[in-house]
């Protein structure tokens, strides 16, 4: 990682670590919570300062990992504008649940590539914020009664060369939905706000 | 129309060594087409026309709004002639069509050339309609579409095992219903009794009727041959008496509804009367053949069932007090209520009958038959109560064989309602305040149940009791419930304590009740 504890600094390398390290996290934490797979298939990972839950399952590391990468490649770019985790059932191929995670790129860290000055406790914090609340979101979250699968969006830029393996999508709304906003962080570079729809 | 022959002309130019497309073709031709046709709906007889029908259709369809608003800023020819294009002349020979004299490369030339056009027609649109568009993409698509992509990874993620199942339902399964949308009503019912108090030589018979708490806060109980009387508000135990004789003891007591004379009923069938302030005997009232164990006041008269099965109503003024009697039963009378409106007297014997008497207009006395005779109890009916709230309603409870709670219109006859406790019934109350039923119960559990009125879902359930609980009380403010078990304790449950909101409510009411009273004697 570019910026280290040991450093204030944040460059457009770490940063973009950063980021694509809070959506594994993130999309993990939505899976396990959520009930989309069992929760014997997530081993106990200590992160943020919190124990998180991380998959175990090879099919599944299979999946999140290349798409991961390739965000990150986005990050990078500046080219990603939205990642959503759509959470479906499976029967009706219903739309249940959205999760939206807003990314603001500062374009300027593009082009000058200096570092900016923030510490990694204080966005390690932010991000445990955020992924608390997603924790804490089941509270208020129908039940997902019948069995449901997840999908990744991601929203680019229009000018994108979308790659072999990815697909253009629609947005997959949820008609009728309750939104609840969630804790965004930054890491100077990148804005992350995330925020949930549900079927009411 | 000059351009589209043109078009067509052109196009037969260039396939010269296409099939002859004007008249019928070569008898061989016709038998190839026969087999190979598929698209039976051409008409090949008016070829010189089918392809401008084609034509218009390919023009017309991808019409942008603004084409159909504007039709006359469209640079699109327009074939006036294609909306009346002639249909097939009705004399006409029916053609299988031949694909081939459809004319794709026309169609293709045409959809090429309009698709163009078409970019042309989007060039045409005002910048408000534009505008329009993009507003409206971007409330569909959550995004300017025109400058973001929506994308996802191919390979869709792996489904969840087969026969998983979320295990949040369990976190769920305990609320039917939203929490937000509906009103909380459980309340805190304490599940340990407030205080237990020892009751030495309580008979343990089912029979018997041996508490009762007054409007004065004072808890009668009897203990063998004694009674003693508790007084709830400060605690305090007096004896209040003893029977002579060890073998002789009390069978039922009950309160007048003013609470200063108490009635017992007495294992050698006499019922007496007692001034509890002066701790004297007042009446001893004889004429039962056998022991009383059950009591109810209807103002003045005291009504008393006996083993004997006969029901006798007391006149508690005159010397000739016994004014009526009731036969009914054929066996033991355990369960005796007035309602409270003075109307019905309600009896249950150890026969399995509840009976029905109602009291003879403007009089306390009753009809010497009964209003109706309940037989579906399958066991002796001892826990009768009457709802406070609903005139003519009655819950009764049958015994070991039966274990039902039923509940009866005793304005009809009709038995409203029937739940199965899955044990014994000893004694029921209503609480008005919540709408509730408390019931106790013996074998198995030994347990008091509060049920709600009228779904009879079970609110709550109170054990502690280690044998049958037989009597229950309770006191006047309707709070608590005492509970005397053969386990020879009392037991006193503050399980429909109301709320302090509700609490003052009640207070205005009783002071306010209490007034009236007063001002009732005042005038007399």
Redesign the interface.
Known sequence: MAATATSNAITLKGSTEIVAEFFLYGINSILYQ??????ESFTRVQKYGLTLLVTS?D??KD??N??IA?IKEWLYNMTV??LVVVIKD?DTNEVLERWQFDVEGDKEALKDGKPRQKSEKDINNEISAVIRQITAS?TFL????G????????????D?D?PA???????Q?IANSEEVRLRSFTTSIHKVDAMVAFKK | MSHFNFENELNSVLRMDGPITKGPGMRFERKAECNQSVNSSLNISTTAKTPMKNLNRSVNNPKTPSNAKTPKSSNQARTPGGSKAPKTPSGGDRFIPNRSATQFDLGHFKITTDSANSGEADNLLSPSQKEYQRVMSENLNGTDISSNKIISYKTKAPSAPEGYQNNLRVLYSSCKTPASSVKKTIRHIPQVPERILDAPDILDDYYLNLLDWSCNNLLAVCLGGSVYLWNAATGEIDQLLQMESSDQYIGAVSWIKEGNYLALGTSNGEVQLWDVAAKKRLRNMTGHANRVGALSWNSYILSSGSRSGAIHHHDVRVAEHQVGTLLGHTQEVCGLKWSPDGKFLASGGNDNLLNIWNAQPGSPLTNTTPLHTFSQHQAAVKALAWCPWQPHLLASGGGTADRHIRFWNCSTGQCVDSVDTKSQVCALLWCKHYKELISSHGFALNQLTIWKYPTMTKVSELSGHTARVLHMAMSPDCQTVVSAGADETLRIWKCFTLDEQKKAAQKTAVTKDKKSVFSMTSIR
């Open positions: 959520r009930g989309i797979y069992p929760p399952d099919k599944l999946y999140l290349p798409v390739q504008k939205k499976v089941v129908p039940l997902l009664e069995a449901c699968a997840f999908d990744l969006l991601v929203y680019t830029d229009k994108l979308v393996k990815w697909g253009e999508d629609g947005p709304f």
